[in-house]
């Protein structure tokens, strides 16, 4: 069983930074994909950054490329998500999950398991 849980959402100022972290409690971390996606109100869910099982590979939205940096520590069964120079248009729940494959992928039919959630707020 997966289960994921997000934290280090919160309120920050355009051009600060956050770090979220994604907890898995299961035993099944190593071994799998995980991404970060995001849903602002009155938006569809979108992909922002994806990373292999062992690190090794990533993947970025454009929109959030050379901003944004994905990782993941497999001891502690952990993805991180640092996202720095945050502008207004980043606020949004942003929800990490796991996939199905070994592969990082931008399809969120991969993605088989979700978090809660977390809220990012950026002000002006």
């Known amino acids: 069983q997966v289960q994921l849980v997000e934290s280090g959402g919160g309120l920050v100022q355009a051009g600060g930074s956050l770090r979220l972290s994604c907890a898995d409690s299961?035993?099944?971390?190593?071994?799998?994909?995980m991404g970060w996606f995001r849903q602002a109100p009155g938006n569809e869910r979108e992909f922002v950054s994806a990373?292999?099982?062992?690190?090794?590979?990533?993947l970025y939205s454009d929109s959030v490329k050379g901003r944004f940096t994905i990782s993941r520590d497999n001891a502690k069964n952990t993805v991180y998500l640092q996202m720095n120079s945050l502008k207004l248009e980043d606020t949004a729940v942003y929800y990490c999950?796991?996939?199905?494959?070994?592969?990082?992928?931008?399809?969120?039919?991969?993605?088989?398991?979700w978090g809660q959630g977390t809220q990012v707020t950026v002000s002006s």
């Open positions: 999950a796991a996939s199905a494959y070994y592969s990082e992928s931008s399809d969120q039919q991969d993605f088989n398991y």
């Open positions: 299961g035993r099944v971390f190593s071994s799998r994909a």
């Open positions: 990373i292999s099982y062992t690190g090794a590979g990533t």
